[in-house]
């Protein structure tokens, strides 16, 4: 026996319609000032516009909300900014605009079948080819790279909540992949009708795992993945009552109506499915290509900068004095990591953490060093190598002479990189 599809409704309540057009504003508008690289070269042309937004949100933060402090647009990486929350504001208070107003307009529609099905379409891929994106960027793990020198002495106390999650996720390459492919497998559900509810039941859950890290670990990209959330949520409401009725009624659950809307003209649905198939190539080519690309230049695939290495500096002479190495010494280093293209960092024996420019000269055996802050004054330094774990330093540091002394670091064995996997554990290993 077969049994009848799902009908779509003929008649809406007037919640159900007020709630459509809140959503319908809403989404449209978030997507418009977020567009995340959804479209091909979208992001270019969103900057014509967005710039306008840079003059506008400053000005409404001044001269009309009053805040203390003047909004500052930079890249920072942070999705939280207090811009973001202004640009959030805005489309509220548009949404709810546009909402009144369409009510009003609207209110002997009855019905918007056509209108949810497209939204629910933008939405789909929107959430679809933002989470490909998310999962290609674990997969070739890039978004979350191994401990690095710093974090592997960093007492954990002193990390952050952010650095601590991305220490926690970046420690295991088997769970990026586990993340990352439950990402990709959302975002490929996602683009078709018949999968798109385990699209987005899937999403839900992993969308929410995102938020939940974000929240609990304050990262900043908040707002995103809350509106991933919500806009898995909002693919659900069309099976609502099939899901309730499965799930917790233990009632039938009739077939969802997945019977697309389509154009008249058959060139058109043509047209459309071509569309469809050429972005959906288009973002997985991308994406995988870039995040290859993207290894290569600062994944696990990067070359190596020169003398590349965690350091332990063994003696330390200044102006012909050797500092003892006491706790209380502000200025005799502690530690020296090269690990990135063009940068080291120093530990002091303050266990305080100096973030320096180092751009070692491997023919001449010189170093160029300048602190961030100050970009001007430079510290030029020799260096030789007389066995392969030893590292002697050379030149002036700020006003002073000094003759440095290092030992490489066996970095493997750091307890948290040698440990490895262990089917069986007589007991547990929690150190």
Known sequence: MTIAATAEPAHW????KIAFRFFMIFFVLYVFFNPNGVLPYYDF?????INVFHKFIPWIAQHVLHLSKPVVIVPTGSGDTTYDYLILLLITVITAIGTIIWSITGRNTPNYNKLFYWLTVVVRYYVGITMLGYGFFKVIKLQFPGPSFGRLIEPIGDMSPMGLAWTYMGHSVGFNYFTGIAEISVGLLLFFRKTSTLGAIVGLVVAGNIMAINYCFDVPVKLLSTALV?????????DA?????????NA??????LTPHRFKAKWKNITLTTLKV????????LDFTQSLSAEKQYGEKAPKPPLYGLYNVETFIKNRDTLKPLTTDTTRWSKLMIS?????QIKLMTDSMKYISFKPDIKKHTIVANTYADTVHKYHLTYTSPKPDILILKGNWKKDSINVTLRKIDATKFRLINRGFHWINE?????
């Open 13 to 16: 309540s007037n919640i159900q």
């Open 45 to 49: 042309v969103a900057e014509y516009y």
């Open 230 to 238: 919500i806009m898995c949520l909002f693919l659900l409401t069309r």
């Open 241 to 249: 009552t099939r899901l309730i009725n499965f799930f917790f009624k």
């Open 252 to 257: 039938d659950a009739k077939p969802s109506n």
């Open 278 to 285: 050429l972005l959906i190539a288009y973002t997985l080519i």
């Open 340 to 344: 990135y293209e063009g940068g080291a």
């Open 427 to 431: 007991l547990p290993y929690n150190k």
